[in-house]
């Protein structure tokens, strides 16, 4: 599985956009990239998932160059109900999901 | 929306104690999974249940953990002899096979399992 190296922690606050960068630099030709999102005490959340280029959803971006060696989360004016831990996983299947430490995300008023 | 579900929501039990930990997945999935989190720490893989057999086991996932699912609907994880260090949030997880949205697990709320 490929090792994800993403920020310890972000502030923002509410309003602005917020791009979270994470480097696979080891990534395979097979593997997504996945984000999911966690609030305290409560299970993750599927956010969204990429192969290349960009995707977009209702509730947020994912950009991955054409090299896939990083990817970057974008959540657009965000609100204090953003304040989380956002997890970037990469991996071919769905078996043996690995998540590293996040980025704590704190949204200020 | 379907949702996971699992039950109790907080576990206490005493060093040694067998537990068993209960989810009820979507509906229809059909993969299924156990993660732990220990407070303050990151979210950990221990095993993923496909066509009533294991596919994948982390090194957490050793022989003091079961998992079966007994009936349609029930997914269970099982600890035989619990440790102080087994203290942690466990969440179920549970997905549809395949296709672009392979990585898309559905989450339940966990059952909170405090050993002492």
């Known amino acids: 599985l490929a090792k994800t190296t993403q920020p310890i922690s972000m502030d923002s606050y509410e309003g602005q956009e917020v791009n979270i960068t994470c480097s696979h630099n080891?990534?395979?030709?097979?593997?997504?990239i996945t984000w999911y999102q966690q609030f305290p005490s409560q299970g993750p959340r599927f956010i969204i998932q990429g192969y290349k280029t960009k995707v977009t959803n209702e509730v947020a971006s994912l950009f991955i160059p054409a090299d896939r060696k990083s990817s970057t989360l974008s959540l657009p004016r965000v609100s204090l109900s953003d304040t989380a831990v956002y997890y970037c996983?990469?991996?071919?299947?769905?078996?043996?999901?690995?998540f590293g430490a996040g980025t704590r995300l704190t949204v200020k008023p | 929306e379907p949702e996971v579900t699992q039950t109790p929501s907080h576990q206490v039990t005493q060093m040694g104690q067998e537990v068993i930990l209960r989810c009820v997945p979507i509906?229809?999935?059909?993969?299924f999974y156990w993660y732990r989190q220990i407070l303050g720490q990151k979210v950990e893989f221990l095993v993923s249940?496909?066509?009533?057999?294991?596919?994948?086991k982390s090194e957490i996932f050793d022989d003091q953990f079961s998992v079966e699912r007994p009936d349609g609907s029930n997914f269970t994880l099982k600890i035989r002899s619990t440790k102080l260090e087994d203290s942690a949030m466990y969440f179920c997880?549970?997905?549809?096979?395949?296709?672009?949205?392979?990585?898309?697990?559905?989450f339940g709320p966990g059952t909170r399992l405090t050993v002492t």
């Open positions: 249940f496909y066509n009533n057999e294991i596919s994948e």
């Open positions: 997880a549970s997905s549809e096979p395949g296709g672009t949205s392979s990585y898309e697990q559905y």
């Open positions: 996983l990469v991996g071919p299947n769905n078996n043996d999901m690995r």
């Open positions: 509906s229809n999935h059909l993969y």
């Open positions: 080891n990534i395979a030709t097979n593997d997504y």
